[in-house]
């Protein structure tokens, strides 16, 4: 850790506001970096470099004073950092009147040191799982050797099965209509507190970070059981905060492909959940059923479907809404009707009236499956 001026000078003018004696900091070459003399800046002292060479403090008195060029009277004390003395903080004045003030100087700048460190410490951290992260849900291949050593570095135990979140908040989203820095810094403000925020809700296993136009990466353990009490807590959290969100989760996997395939399919969530116009909510991967294989399957072959039973026009949003409802409750008539405010009657004259239209029976198996693919398919191309 290099002691600069930059560093040192703050803390030396800041403390010499309250003291009537001069203080001096010096780098691990002797150089002062800071002192109320702002002319002995760049300056050799010798004093510090004896300091260097012993490792101890050193008094120096008038007598000293005549055999060290460039020394006052006061005292020369080590700072140090991680078992290395890393330069010397001096006081100018009697030694026994400015010792005290000495220590607590070496102090505040040893606690600078660490804390400087830690965040050192912390921002690559933080920049190593970005890039971990953006690297493992990249569209192309997965580069494992660097992945695994990536993944080792930050302790990541890539063998532990994980369930991976996707949240995507509208707030957070940059757009062309915005204007100006203080957007961009209104933006970064949320997505650093969102961040912050996220300590308290996920576990020490788990990593997360922002990744691209509102969305976030969060990877939970999956052996803790804690998945859906855990997006329950983020989206109760996004709420408390009046957000527009979308959440996605997928299935529990191990490995770094596994997380990649959890991701993805917390990603498919999020895109089923727009096409399929839900309000923010919270969704799981199996909650969808087979949608999401559905959806895998090319447009062109989903429009030579829909025109083969003469999809298009043939029914009006009454119809395909009944129709959707009467699914969503798998069959049950009764439900069906309370949930669209109709009598049952009403809702048998609906289903036989759309059974004639497209020339299909909905009480057939085979018939009821191409019904839901249309319907399906419909929803998927919006």
Excluded at 152 to 157: D, F, T
């Amino acid at each position: 850790m290099k002691i600069t001026t930059e560093l040192a000078l703050p803390i030396a003018s800041q403390l010499m506001s309250v003291m009537d004696f001069n203080i001096n900091i010096m780098d691990d070459q002797g150089i002062i970096v800071a002192s109320g003399q702002s002319q002995r800046i760049g300056q050799q002292h010798e004093g510090a470099l004896q300091v260097l060479a012993s490792r101890t403090q050193q008094l120096i008195g008038e007598e000293e004073c005549r055999s060290l060029p460039g020394s006052k009277p006061g005292v020369n004390l080590p700072i140090e950092f991680q078992n290395s003395i890393v330069g010397v903080v001096g006081i100018t004045g009697d030694p026994s009147e400015v010792y005290k003030f000495g220590t607590i100087i070496k102090m505040n700048v040893e606690i600078l040191l660490e804390q400087i460190h830690m965040n050192k410490q912390l921002q690559f951290r933080k920049m190593a799982l970005e890039g971990f992260i953006m690297e493992l849900i990249a569209p192309h291949d997965l580069r494992e050797k660097k992945l695994k050593l990536t993944a080792r570095s930050l302790q990541i135990e890539l063998n532990e099965e994980r369930i991976v979140m996707v949240v995507e908040i509208e707030e957070m989203k940059w757009s062309e209509e915005m204007t100006g820095g203080d957007a961009l810094q209104r933006i970064n403000e949320r997505k650093d507190h969102f961040l912050n925020g996220l300590k308290a809700l996920v576990s020490f296993q788990s990593f997360y970070t922002y990744i691209e136009d509102g969305a976030f990466f969060i990877a939970v353990p999956a052996a803790e059981q804690l998945h859906k009490p855990v997006y329950a807590k983020i989206e109760q959290y996004i709420k408390k905060m009046g957000y527009r969100y979308y959440i996605g989760v997928g299935y529990p996997r191990s490995g770094l492909a596994g997380y990649k395939a959890s991701y993805n399919e917390a990603r498919s969530c999020i895109r089923l959940s727009k096409k399929f116009e839900q309000g923010p909510k919270a969704t799981s991967i199996d909650e969808w059923g087979i949608v999401p294989y559905l959806d895998t399957i090319p447009q062109p072959i989903q429009n030579e479907f829909m025109q083969k039973y003469k999809w298009s026009g043939q029914l009006n949003e009454d119809y395909k809404q009944t129709l959707r409802t009467f699914m969503d409750c798998n069959l049950d008539v009764k439900e069906t009707a309370a949930l669209l405010h109709v009598h049952r009657n009403t809702l048998f004259y609906r289903l036989d009236k759309i059974s004639q239209l497209l020339q299909m029976d909905y009480r057939k198996f085979n018939d009821l499956v191409k019904i839901k693919l249309l319907l399906t398919f419909e929803q998927l191309q919006k």
